[in-house]
């Protein structure tokens, strides 16, 4: 009589292979991760009140990162867990080393994860938010300015749980996915450089960021994902109308050295 043995297998031959499942089928569970990645250039803007500033508003929408469409195609769901960014100092192409030396040295980026995106005119109030933190610019290398999880906002029903799913299929008449109607959100940046204010707008100090998200895939499928083709994560808010009616009442971008002065 022959003995089992601990690997399954009987005097060196293998076990019969049944052909029947072992129990009825269950919900999917298999998930395969990726992460994706972007880059934003952010140039600051010289009209608003004494600061050079930034205003922009950052969506997890998957659709504005790189190679999206195909590693979402061969999947029917997804959801995004994780939201990354990091930041660099730069400038315009017709800057300088002193217009790089004024943003490392002066500028202060605040951010704030946030599940909604209905604020108007993000900015200066974000100093308020009891989860902003303000970050420095580093020369010698990117620096983390988010690392969090993002929830799903809907027009109807508000911020969702982070276990919802979406389908990957775009809009159409069967069901799929309405980026307008559904999407993640993201982060809130504020930043702001006193030595660049009132500086021609071609010599202003610039952020580079790179965004990362994690995403989740589920269930195979031959899928249209829905895409925004040169859509970039982040939105700049325009400069307030106080702050354009300042710029009217006589402030006036200052030359550079080697910028020719206009003579009346």
Do not use: C
Request: aromatic share 10%; charged share 20%.
């Amino acid at each position: 009589m022959f003995q089992s043995r601990k690997n399954g297998r009987r005097n060196g031959n293998r076990l019969a292979i049944r052909s029947a499942p072992k129990a009825p089928a269950a919900r999917p569970m298999r998930t395969f991760s990726r992460t994706l990645r972007q880059t934003q250039i952010l140039p600051f803007n010289n009209v608003s009140t004494v600061y050079a500033t930034i205003r922009s508003v950052f969506r997890a929408d998957p659709r504005s990162f790189v190679d999206w469409e195909q590693a979402a195609t061969p999947f029917e769901m997804f959801r995004v867990k994780r939201l990354r960014a990091f930041m660099l100092p730069a400038s315009e192409p017709t800057g300088s080393l002193e217009t790089l030396l004024r943003t490392i040295s002066s500028t202060t980026v605040w951010t704030a994860p946030d599940y909604t995106y209905d604020e108007i005119t993000p900015g200066n109030n974000i100093k308020s938010y009891q989860n902003a933190r303000f970050h420095s610019v580093s020369l010698n290398g990117f620096k983390k300015i988010i690392d969090t999880d993002v929830r799903l906002n809907s027009i109807q029903g508000g911020v969702l749980p982070p276990t919802t799913w979406l389908p990957t299929q775009a809009s159409n008449t069967a069901g799929g996915w309405d980026p307008t109607q559904i999407n993640y959100t993201g982060f809130q940046l504020y930043a702001e450089n006193p030595t660049l204010f009132n500086v021609a707008p071609s010599f202003q100090g610039t952020l580079s960021l790179v965004l990362e998200i994690d995403v989740e895939f589920k269930q195979p499928g031959f899928v249209t994902p829905a895409t925004a083709v040169g859509q970039l994560p982040g939105r700049t808010i325009a400069p307030d109308s106080d702050d354009e009616e300042q710029q009217e009442d006589g402030i006036e971008p200052v030359p550079r050295k080697d910028e020719p002065v206009a003579r009346t």
